[in-house]
T-cell receptor, first 114, second 118 residues
């Protein structure tokens, strides 16, 4: 099946710092989604990307859909304590048996020190 | 508007039993997908229902099944529970089936149902 490599696995940063995480795959995707999950809760959608090269912002968050359709990154600027959580990328399959299915990265655990 | 609602939130079952989980999608959404989340395997796709028909299926054994009702509500069932079935089961809804990748057909998740098998 399709695999997504998400990095880094975890990050420990100081409040106010910028954060960057990315996902890569050997397969192409038609859509990239970024979610944040708090402990015991379901993932909450942060940003959705629908076109290769698309750059989208949501407040302090910025994400891009890679030109090759095989990668995406998420940046968080000026981090605050409530940014703590697990961030997941998800790619929506472009063809074959994976068409339309979401494949998730393993997640990036973000810890923000005040 | 109300989000994706899953019930129950927590449950404990014994090996060999069966369990049914329920999901009410966002009003107007016609697609419901189910995912299993475990620390070891992460988030894995189970199946998707759209207009009461299963449109997509992941790589899970036949013990995992689901259905969707005419009001778009969905249930998933796991029979003959095993210890390894302990997980957070997440339901997600979207306006159209997830094969429609057009802008606006975003997938929203519920808070999940925590299943512990003992």
């Amino acid at each position: 099946g399709q695999q997504l490599n998400q990095s880094p696995q975890s990050m420990f940063i100081q409040e106010g710092e910028d954060v960057s995480m990315n996902c890569t795959s050997s397969s192409i995707f038609n859509t990239w989604l970024w979610y944040k999950q708090d402990p015991g809760e379901g993932p909450v959608l942060l940003i959705a990307l629908y076109k290769a090269g698309e750059l989208t912002s949501n407040g302090r968050l910025t994400a891009q859909f890679g030109i090759t359709r095989k990668d995406s990154f998420l940046n968080i600027s000026a981090s605050i304590p409530s940014d703590v959580g697990i961030y997941f990328c998800a790619g929506q399959g472009a063809g074959g048996t994976s068409y339309g299915k979401l494949t998730f990265g393993q997640g990036t655990i973000l810890t923000v020190h005040p | 508007k109300a989000g994706v609602t899953q019930t129950p939130r927590y449950l404990i079952k014994t090996r060999g039993q069966q369990v049914t989980l329920s999901c009410s999608p966002i009003s107007g959404h016609r697609s419901v997908s189910w995912y299993q989340q475990t620390p070891g395997q992460g988030l894995q796709f189970l199946f998707e229902y759209f207009s009461e028909t299963q449109r997509n299926k992941g790589n899970f054994p036949g013990r995992f099944s689901g259905r969707q009702f005419s009001n778009s509500r969905s249930e998933m069932n796991v029979s003959t529970l095993e210890l390894g079935d302990s997980a957070l089961y997440l339901c997600a809804s979207s306006l159209r089936w997830t094969g429609d990748l057009s802008s606006g057909n975003t997938i929203y998740f519920g808070e999940g149902s925590w299943l512990t098998v003992v």
